[in-house]
Antibody, heavy 122, light 108 residues
Framework: EVQLVESGGGLVQPGRSLRLSCAASGFTFDDYAMYWVRQAPGKGLEWVSGISWNSGTIHYADSVKGRFTISRDSAKNSLYLQMNSLRAEDTALYYC???????????????WGQGTLVTVSS | EIVLTQSPGTLSLSPGERATLSCRASQSVTSSYLAWYQQKPGQAPRLLIFGASSRATGIPDRFSGSGSGTDFTLTISRLEPEDFAVYYCQQYGNSPKTFGQGTKVEIK
């Protein structure tokens, strides 16, 4: 059974940093591209960042480019999102999502975690 | 960036009725790379349809997807109580991947 478990969310002041983690199990982590997708309270879905199977291809939404860094660790079957210079508009539930292929460029999200809440407020 | 517009915003129907949800793209979606997701309150999204018309694993056959180019449709043939939720379309053929704003299917 595919499982994705996010952690690391919390309340943080504007301008500060936070690191999210996603622990993956139930599939061969190295074979698939992975993404972070967020959902602001009461709003729709927005993809944030994606990383290919070998970290060779990385994508960021314009809204987070230069502030967020995605990475993965195959030894730990884990996905990460380092979030710096956080803003109030980054407040959202952050989901870890598995794609159906290795590259991620033309990939949909076939499994999602339950999300970790990030609140940016003074 | 491809903008996806979903309509209607809210659909009020009774169990057993047919639901038809629309997703219109601002430009043609490459190779019908369009997916549909279902999200219930307090839950993560769940993949229903990929490639515009292929059902994901374990999805009942009352869910069907159709369309190409710029116009796509998700049809639920007979609504079950567990189908009342928010539905999102997403295109993954062009970067950035974009989602529609969602259609809420509520009990009438």
């Amino acid at each position: 059974e595919v499982q994705l478990v996010e952690s690391g969310g919390g309340l943080v002041q504007p301008g500060r940093s936070l690191r999210l983690s996603c622990a993956a199990s139930g599939f061969t982590f190295d074979d698939y591209a992975m993404y972070w997708v967020r959902q602001a309270p009461g709003k729709g879905l927005e993809w944030v960042s994606g990383i290919s199977w070998n970290s060779g291809t990385i994508h960021y939404a314009d809204s987070v480019k230069g502030r967020f860094t995605i990475s993965r660790d195959s030894a730990k079957n884990s996905l990460y999102l380092q979030m710096n210079s956080l803003r109030a508009e980054d407040t959202a539930l952050y989901y870890c999502a598995k794609t159906h292929d290795y590259g991620g460029t033309h990939a949909y999200f076939d499994y999602w975690g339950q999300g970790t809440l990030v609140t940016v407020s003074s | 960036e491809i903008v996806l517009t979903q309509s209607p915003g809210t659909l009020s129907l009774s169990p057993g009725e047919r639901a038809t949800l629309s997703c219109r793209a601002s430009q043609s979606v490459t190779s019908s790379y369009l997916a549909w997701y279902q999200q219930k309150p307090g839950q993560a999204p769940r993949l229903l349809i990929f490639g515009a018309s292929s059902r994901a694993t374990g999805i009942p056959d009352r869910f069907s997807g159709s369309g190409s180019g710029t116009d796509f449709t998700l049809t639920i043939s007979r609504l079950e109580p567990e189908d009342f939720a928010v539905y999102y379309c997403q295109q993954y053929g062009n970067s950035p991947k974009t989602f529609g704003q969602g259609t809420k299917v509520e009990i009438k």
